[in-house]
């Protein structure tokens, strides 16, 4: 049994119903706004604090980063000189026909005229090592041939000595030196070999 009859009109209780539940909605959804505000205010303190650690990383770490920058180059020059290095020592091995030629000339000039270099044949000219002959077997370096006509035996001496003192050759070596079978003037023939 009813003990309390409620004698207010329809409307007004509606009307109070929903201004009762508005106020409670109302309370949750500004906590729960005042939660969030909270929470991305949270976050974003801690993003902004990660950012200031991390331009404070970053400038601490701009040095190391300017060194492996400079690193980085100075392994490229490294490389470019080496490169150079090697084309240098190339170059430095390789000789100069140029003073081949004219200590083979000065030595001829040195006889006055009594010897004439007719022939020169030029093997392994840049060679820097005894290499080994694909026929025989035997080991030889860069040779350098030279046949010539000489009006006597001691001429061809003098001769193979302005070689030897020119300094460009490890051995010369007197290979044949006889004299001409033709009627005429007495000539000798020789053929001297330049090891390099």
Not at 151 to 156: A, I, K, M, Q
Not at 170 to 193: F, N
Request: glycine share 8%; aromatic share 4%.
């Amino acid at each position: 049994m009813k003990t309390v009859i409620n004698l207010l009109p329809l409307a007004y209780r509606r009307q109070r119903l929903v201004r009762r539940r508005v106020v409670q909605w109302s309370v949750v959804l500004i906590v729960s706004l005042s939660a969030i505000g909270v929470a991305r205010w949270y976050k974003g303190h801690e993003y902004r604090a990660l950012q200031r650690h991390l331009a404070a990383a970053a400038r601490m770490g701009q040095p190391a980063q300017t060194m492996l920058r400079q690193i980085i180059a100075m392994r490229g020059q490294i490389e470019k000189l080496q490169q150079h290095q090697t084309i240098a020592q190339e170059l430095e091995q390789q000789r100069q026909v140029l003073a081949l030629l004219g200590a083979v000339s000065q030595a001829a000039r040195r006889t006055g005229g009594r010897l004439r270099v007719v022939k020169c044949h030029v093997v392994d000219l840049q060679a820097t090592e005894i290499i080994e002959n694909r026929g025989g077997g035997q080991m030889h370096p860069g040779t350098v041939t030279l046949v010539g006509v000489a009006l006597d035996s001691p001429t061809v001496a003098e001769f193979h000595e302005g070689l030897m003192r020119s300094g460009l050759f490890a051995d010369v070596k007197l290979i044949t030196s006889h004299e001409h079978d033709e009627t005429g003037p007495k000539l000798y023939d020789c053929e001297i070999r330049c090891e390099l």
